[in-house]
């Protein structure tokens, strides 16, 4: 068997569970699977919850058309009009907009809401079976799931990428615009060397979730505990391994990334249980036991894989900073935050300050390097587009690096 590895690691010293940013598809109570209520991913119970399906109140906003109507549980004749209609697998979070974008189990409808508080209401983005024609015409139903939308990620490019059961469904939807847009990117190829572990296998490749990657690639957890890279480019699928350190009754439906770079795993049948994969160059996964932990269909964050390795890995660093040990991502930045990658090697506070062409200071942060590779964020969400330097500096104000960074 292959060995299990990501070629990712984390940055930080030290793994704590870190919670903030993700949340779940559960039901009302932990142990059910009415896929239909969103949560954040914690220790809390009602206190965290998001969006209760049953109980929804506000607006129905159709993108396509425009049109608004009200929603109760009162005013409800089909069961689409509740946001989440008849369950969900399928979660992103948008961090730039603070939207969670999800798809509806059997009748593929893109929907998002918005997390501001003055916002109750539910937005119809389209069908995916508009865009992605079912084969033969044949509905959804329980006898025929692989089309079926189950894993969904926010991608370091700024879109929302979705997959369907048997990976002959691959889309994306844009964001940034004011009507998204769903955008058929074709079907999913096995690389030869796979042997026969297949994308589109049934048995072993079926369900799961999928992260990100700052460097633009994907990575499915089926919910057979197999893990998947995807060049979102060539849709050419790498089969990486199985993880190791599950129990044969863990079924991976959640995926998450931490705010320390470690994946946070969720299971639909297993209350009270979750996992941590600590380090993803390898594919070991600890299983954690809290009793207020629901089980779930699905996870989001807003949060990327990275990587303590150079601009060899990460393809989107300027090359040409490799010696001075600081690196931009992505670049041009396009999802409204830069991250900036300190290679190891570098210690003390350091000033990261954003510069227009005429030179005026537009944002300043800081950051202590300890010496080992870490990464900051930089939001450039109130930026207006066009180019920027960033210009590093050390505790003695020397400069340490300066970097072309285009935002758009």
Request: aromatic share 8%.
């Amino acid at each position: 068997m292959k060995a299990p590895i990501l070629l990712f690691t984390i940055l930080s010293a030290g793994v704590t569970f870190a919670q903030q940013g993700i949340f779940a598809v559960t039901d009302l109570k932990a142990g059910g699977a009415a896929w239909s209520n969103i949560r954040e991913a914690s220790f809390n119970n009602e206190g965290n919850l998001i969006l209760k399906n049953q109980e929804f109140k506000g607006d129905r906003i159709d993108l396509g058309t425009q049109q608004k109507r009200a929603v109760s549980a009162q005013s409800v004749t089909q069961p689409g009009d509740f946001p989440m209609h008849s369950g969900v697998a399928a979660l992103a979070y948008d961090r730039v907009h603070n939207r969670l974008y999800f798809s509806t189990m059997f009748n593929g409808d893109i929907r998002y809401v918005s997390l501001g508080k003055d916002d109750p209401a539910y937005y119809q983005v389209g069908k995916v079976y508009a865009t992605i024609p079912l084969p033969n015409n044949v509905p959804v139903s329980a006898t025929n799931q692989g089309p079926v939308i189950t894993r969904m990620t926010m991608g370091a490019d700024g879109y929302v990428y979705g997959m369907s059961n048997d990976g002959n469904g691959f889309f994306r939807i844009s964001t940034s615009a004011k009507k998204p847009v769903i955008e058929d990117l074709g079907k999913l190829s096995d690389d030869a060397a796979n042997g026969a572990m297949s994308i589109h296998s049934s048995c072993s490749s079926w369900g799961g979730d999928m992260i990100a990657s700052a460097d633009g690639s994907l990575y499915i957890f089926s919910m057979y505990q197999q893990v998947f890279k995807v060049n979102p480019a060539d849709k050419k699928t790498t089969w990486l391994g199985k993880i190791q350190g599950l129990p044969a009754d863990f079924t991976v439906n959640g995926a998450a990334v931490n705010e320390d770079g470690s994946i946070l795993l969720s299971s639909s049948t297993l209350s009270g249980k979750y996992a941590i994969i600590a380090d993803p160059a390898v594919l070991n996964a600890t299983v954690k036991q809290h009793p207020g932990w629901y089980n779930s269909s699905d996870l989001a964050s807003g949060n990327l894989l990275f990587s303590k390795k150079d601009a060899v890995v990460f393809g989107e660093f300027d090359r040409s900073t490799q010696q001075s040990g600081v690196g931009v991502y992505p670049n041009p930045v396009t999802n409204g935050q830069v991250i900036v990658h300190f290679k190891d090697g570098l210690s003390g506070k350091h000033s990261m300050d954003l510069l227009d062409i005429s030179g005026a200071v537009q944002q300043q942060s800081s950051v202590t390097l300890n010496g080992q590779a870490q990464r900051v964020t930089m939001r450039t969400g109130v930026l207006a587009q066009g180019i920027y330097l960033l210009r590093v500096t050390n505790a003695q104000r020397r400069e340490v690096e300066t970097i072309k960074v285009m935002i758009r």
